[in-house]
């Protein structure tokens, strides 16, 4: 048999810096600001309420859309924190982190040849995982915006195919994020053509200079959104794997259907580590939150300083400074500095063509290592 | 400007340069603060953490909570007794506490020796010190907040997106 794999997944990009991250991993004794995930270990009362609940013998299956015990737990969080409702009975459904929530939506969406609008730069599962589903990725460019998408330029990229967008914010990999009236100019525009918005909001617990705005709080938004969330940055708990994603009870209903013929629940252990992190792990959060920030603002301010200009993120653990006036490519700006440094950051072009000229720079490192990285960094700068 | 006693409390070497930067702050600015934080006695003092244990030229000492029970004074409660108890450069910590008993006292010597003669001639022969018991310490694991072990080794991948 000479096509073993199927044409579509042999045509799926694999991902250009691949030999870059092997490049990193060989590695010793590097700093590597190129980790997605906190630098925290989930907190102490999360990691002992799922030692707790193996204990208690908590080993089997839960019901697919997730233990009831974690979807009221959300429904309350939701409500408190945003004055949002969604029903833990049929517009709510438990997934393995928001990634398989993003897999699920597109499926249940999607019918082939339909467009969905991603705003780049972005995390990277979003266009693959789209054409997976059997539709378009249509990617703006949002690099001269600021990286925020416009109303604009989300007006130019509708055309009759367009079936809904990806908006995520704060955005992995820029840690920009959108004021309500931001959020509210682009929806007049969803809700104009009846698009559907996947927003992805893992991000939304570390916003730092101003509220965030779950998108389906805004006005008649609700009806045309899938939030989708998780517990892996806010709580810490990435390797836990637990995300939610709430909505209209028809597009719940059909990925629950693919959910649970594929996923059939996600591991009991972390959903019962995850409903206790909505009762007792606030406190912590607040912390994480704090120790970001002052990370952030010391990482912009030194940054400025040699030269590798940036804007100050509003959320998320990220920088996307430009080294445009290096002259080198985002690709070969980070081989350089990991073969002449031992700093690792992830090119730009990771998150989409139009980022060339961009790095990714993660603070979730504590402030020694950011310090260490930062003399390193603007060392290599000068001898530049 | 709370936050600047946060960012010491966890560790006491970072610069007020290194704080302005973290807090958006002006450098002399956090100086000052911090030169009114000490004036005030809200810092007392700095002081470097160590794991005795991972001490080799000296070998660590012993260390004993000691129940005490006291007759408190006319006018003055505990204050009086507590600060000639606390006086002692063996004492290292001394709480006033609420229960059975009244003082705990921390002690510190170089061997059992010296703390059971510190409780038996300066400490029980006080007047007003009615009973004491002593309680030897047998292994530390965690001290204020700090766990006494070495930190472990990030278990994070190194790139991820």
């Known amino acids: 048999m000479n096509n073993k794999v199927s044409k579509k997944v042999e045509q799926m990009q694999p991902s250009g810096i691949r030999a870059f991250f092997d490049l990193v991993l060989g590695m010793k004794e590097v700093i590597s600001l190129g980790v997605g995930e906190p630098d925290f270990v989930t907190p102490w009362v999360i990691r002992e309420a799922g030692i707790y609940s193996l204990e208690q013998g908590f080993t089997g299956y839960t019901s697919n859309k997730g233990l009831y015990k974690l979807r009221l737990g959300l429904h309350r969080y939701l409500k408190s924190k945003y004055n949002l409702h969604y029903s833990p009975d049929d517009e709510m459904l438990i997934t393995v982190g928001v990634s398989e929530g993003v897999d699920l939506v597109l499926r249940a969406i999607i019918n082939p040849g339909d ?3 991603v705003p780049q730069p972005s995390y990277v599962s979003y266009g693959p995982v789209t054409e997976l589903a059997g539709g378009i990725p249509v990617y703006t460019d949002t690099t001269k915006d600021g990286f925020k998408l416009t109303p604009e330029k989300l007006e130019k990229a509708i055309d009759k195919k367009t079936k809904g967008i990806i908006l995520n914010y704060p955005v992995n990999p820029t840690g920009v994020s959108y004021r309500k009236k931001e959020l509210e100019a682009l929806g007049k525009i969803i809700l104009k053509h009846g698009l559907i918005c996947i927003c992805d909001e893992v991000y939304g617990d570390l ?6 705005t779950a998108f389906p709080t805004l006005a ?5 959104t ?3 969330n998780g517990f892996s940055k806010s709580f810490a708990m990435t390797g836990w794997r637990v ?29 019962m580590a995850a409903a206790e992190a909505l009762v007792s792990g606030k406190k912590s ?29 509003q959320g998320a653990f990220y920088v996307f400074p430009s ?9 070969e700006f980070s081989q350089k500095l990991l073969k002449e440094e031992k700093v690792a950051v992830v090119p730009g072009t990771a998150f989409g063509q139009c980022a060339e000229g961009f790095i990714r720079i993660s603070y979730a490192s504590s402030m020694e290592s950011l310090k260490e990285a930062l003399l390193r960094i603007e060392r290599f700068m000068g001898k530049l | 400007m709370e936050e600047i006693l946060e960012i010491l409390e966890k560790d006491g070497r970072v610069s007020p340069d290194d704080i302005a930067k973290m807090l958006k702050k002006k450098p002399q600015d956090v100086k000052a603060a911090i030169r009114k934080y000490e004036r005030d006695g809200v810092i007392l003092k700095y002081k470097a953490v160590i794991n005795r244990d991972l001490v080799k030229a000296e070998p660590c000492g012993l260390r004993a909570l000691i129940e005490v029970n006291i007759v408190p004074q006319k006018d003055v409660g505990f204050d009086r007794i507590a600060e000639r108890i606390y006086s002692f450069p063996e004492v290292s910590s001394c709480y006033l506490i609420s229960g059975t008993y009244d003082l705990l006292v921390i002690v510190e010597g170089k061997n059992i020796h010296a703390v059971s ?16 018991t002593t309680h030897f310490l047998l292994k530390k694991y965690k001290e204020d907040g700090v766990i006494l072990k070495q930190k472990e080794e990030n278990k994070r991948i190194a790139i991820s997106y």
């Not at chain 2, 003669?117 to 004491?132: H, Q």
């Open chain 2, 117 to 132: 003669s510190f409780v038996a001639e300066k400490l029980s022969c006080l007047e007003n010190v009615r009973r004491t």
């Open chain 1, 226 to 228: 899938v939030y989708l």
């Open chain 1, 220 to 224: 008649g938004l609700k009806k045309n």
């Open chain 1, 207 to 212: 916003t730092y200079d101003f509220e965030h």
């Open chain 1, 243 to 271: 995300g939610f994603a709430c909505g209209p009870k028809e597009i719940i209903a059909g990925m629950t259907k693919i959910h649970q013929y594929t996923i059939m629940c996600v591991p009991i252990t972390a959903q």
């Open chain 1, 115 to 117: 467009k969905i609008i």
């Open chain 1, 285 to 313: 959060i607040e912390e994480m939150k704090r120790e970001y920030s002052r990370r952030r603002e010391f990482v912009v301010e030194e940054l400025n300083l040699m030269g590798l200009l940036c804007n100050k993120p």
């Open chain 1, 323 to 331: 080294i445009k006036k290096t002259g080198l490519s985002s690709l």
